[in-house]
């Protein structure tokens, strides 16, 4: 199986669990820092997933070639998305601590 296939599918598995499951626990705030990180961690796992499609080579945003395709993936979607999950499970860890 694709490596950026398990990737993609663990983050929706994992975003729609959050969605459907922890919202009643979770306060308002951390849910939509968590929310917002999985939603970058989902766009940085489309854009890897993309990366093996040839036929997409020309469009701007999801062609390997791309200039800003790299820091879209890396540093905007999967830092800034963990970045976010990281900073709304440890703010929700610290208020029920």
Known sequence: MNPDFTKLLVVLVAFF????RLKSNISTINYRLISIGFL?????????FSDG????EHTPILGEKAH?????????????????F????????????
């Open 86 to 97: 990281a900073l709304g499970a440890f703010r929700e860890l610290k208020r029920r601590l």
């Open 68 to 84: 800003f395709h790299d820091f879209l993936e890396d540093q905007i979607g999967d830092t800034l998305g963990l970045a976010l």
């Open 40 to 48: 970058f961690l989902l766009f940085a796992a489309v854009l890897d």
């Open 17 to 20: 669990y959050l969605a459907s």
């Open 53 to 56: 499609f040839k036929q997409l």
